[in-house]
């Protein structure tokens, strides 16, 4: 198994610009999440998924968009990007059946400048 | 909505010595407490975890504890070693409410001189 696998793995954006962050799970879980970590601080949720065609906004949803239409792939969309969406992104998936372990991809590094 | 706390933000000892990482959580209701270890430049992995039935679990190493009372969980590493150096995140989460989601704490910056 690949698990979470993530790409680009780094991408810098000019002010404006769109992206889609690609995310893909191979371990058949129906639950999927996109966190952001800025520097120094804990992962922020921005988006989850309870399985194929379900989503739903996490803590800091705004300036992000997201679609699950299979059970496999989980993608982010930013759409006008600004600075303050310069982070790391990781995107997590979690079978939520006896273990609630969630297991993360190897992240995402965007710059918007 | 639920908020964690983490403390201490930074900690340094010396190899062979114990630390302790704390965590306090606001939803009474939070039921669910992970550990995450976080390594320069990787992504985070689950290293332990206690729900709210049990007071302490260990894995070797590492052990949790839980004061479901004082709405606290604490983190301990006993005979550190270099390789236990990275970020520990505690995370708090309530299964079966309607905002069940992991509420992260900001991280604890453990470095183990050797």
């Known amino acids: 198994n690949a698990g979470v696998t993530q790409t680009p793995k780094f991408r810098i954006l000019k002010i404006g610009q769109s992206m889609t962050l690609q995310c893909t799970q191979d371990?058949?879980?129906?639950?999927m999440y996109w966190y952001r970590q800025d520097p120094g601080m804990g992962l922020k949720l921005i988006y989850y998924s309870v399985g194929a065609g379900i989503t739903d906004k996490g803590e800091v949803p705004n300036g992000y968009n997201v679609s699950r239409s299979t059970t496999e792939d989980f993608p982010l969309r930013l759409e006008l990007a600004a600075p303050s969406q310069t982070s790391v992104y990781f995107c997590a998936s979690s079978y939520e059946r006896g273990s609630y372990e969630q297991y993360f991809g190897p992240g995402t590094r965007l710059t918007v400048t | 909505g639920e908020n964690v706390e983490q403390h201490p933000s930074t900690l340094s000892v010396q190899e062979g010595d114990s630390a302790v990482i704390k965590c306090t959580y606001s939803?009474?209701?939070?039921?669910?407490f992970p550990w995450y270890k976080q390594e320069l430049g990787k992504r985070p992995q689950l290293i332990i975890d206690?729900?709210?039935?049990?007071g302490e679990k260990k894995d070797q190493r590492i052990a949790v504890t839980l004061n479901k009372t004082a709405k606290h969980f604490s983190l301990h590493i006993t005979e550190t070693q270099p390789e236990d150096s990275a970020v520990y995140f505690c995370?708090?989460?309530?299964?079966?409410?309607?905002?069940?989601?992991?509420?992260f704490g900001k991280g604890t910056k453990l470095s183990v001189k050797p």
């Open positions: 939803d009474s209701a939070s039921n669910y």
């Open positions: 206690i729900r709210s039935n049990v």
């Open positions: 995370a708090a989460r309530n299964y079966g409410g309607s905002q069940g989601n992991l509420i």
């Open positions: 371990m058949n879980h129906n639950y």
